[in-house]
């Protein structure tokens, strides 16, 4: 009898169970997600002109929360000289998270992630490892991520303007692949050379800054290059976790 009671309970509760976290959820209470940042390239990735191959390392990256998309930079637009700049050439987005911090206040949440999992400290991801990190969003928030394509002069990785759904028109939390929605933008400040040998890329260059400026735009990369799909370097992931106290 009692056996059957708690059974009966228990099956009420795993009904009611959707139904009230969809309640918590629209109240607006936040939400902790884990972002997994995880580089699949291999040492063959990039396939040189010079017959030979090489990998695909990515930077340390940056990340917002907003409540209105992509804050950090408008494709067809020159650089706003805040520091991505410093992101796509160099692979140090230091410079940007300063300003968004003393700056962007339409930015809820914001950091940079730079010691890849495992590591003791800061470097870029290379083929197998990952950054991986939590962050707090509401309903509604979005999820920017950017990060330098390592063997370039000023490509990166980020979404386009909307940014990156976390929740969905019920204010679910979402748990999904999102590698789709990133593409390989060039920042427009300093001209491309070949990807992987270009003596001005980060892995090559004297120091930091030292390329032909371009004064371009920000756009999709467009050139006479070849550069593998977002898919073969990187795969990002959001997964919630729990909920956190009420805004």
């Keep these: 009898m009692i056996s059957s009671r ?7 509760s795993i009904a009611l169970a959707p139904a009230s976290l969809a309640a918590q959820y629209s109240a607006g209470r936040e939400v902790t997600f884990t972002i997994r940042v995880e580089n699949v390239s291999t040492p063959r990735t990039l396939k040189l002109s010079n017959g030979q191959t090489a990998p695909a390392p990515t930077a340390p990256l940056l990340w917002t929360i907003t409540d209105e998309g992509n804050p950090l930079f408008t494709p067809g637009q020159a650089d706003r000289g805040q520091g991505l700049e410093r ?7 230091g410079v940007l ?3 968004i911090v003393q700056n962007m206040k339409s930015v809820v949440h914001s950091g940079v992630v ?6 003791n400290g800061p470097g ?6 990952a950054y991986e990190f939590t962050i707090s969003a509401a309903p509604g928030q979005r999820l920017t991520l950017a990060m330098m394509f390592g063997q370039s002069n000023d490509l ?24 789709s929605q990133l593409q390989l933008w060039d920042t427009g400040t300093e001209v491309n050379e070949e990807p992987g040998l270009g003596p001005n890329q980060a892995p090559r260059q004297a120091a930091p800054n030292t390329g032909l400026a371009e004064h371009g735009k920000v756009m999709l990369v467009n050139d006479r290059y070849h550069y593998p799909s977002v898919g073969e370097v990187v795969r990002v992931s959001v997964k919630p976790s729990m909920t956190t106290a009420a805004k």
């Design 156 to 179: 990166f990785y980020a979404p386009g303007p909307k940014a990156i759904a976390l929740f969905d028109a019920k204010g679910k939390p979402l748990a999904v692949d999102v590698t």
């Design 114 to 119: 730079t010691v890849p999992s495992g590591d």
């Design 124 to 129: 870029p991801i290379t083929p197998g490892k």
């Design 97 to 99: 998270a300063d300003y």
């Design 6 to 12: 708690l059974a009966r309970i228990a099956a009420v």
């Design 87 to 93: 992101l796509a050439e160099d692979g140090n987005p």
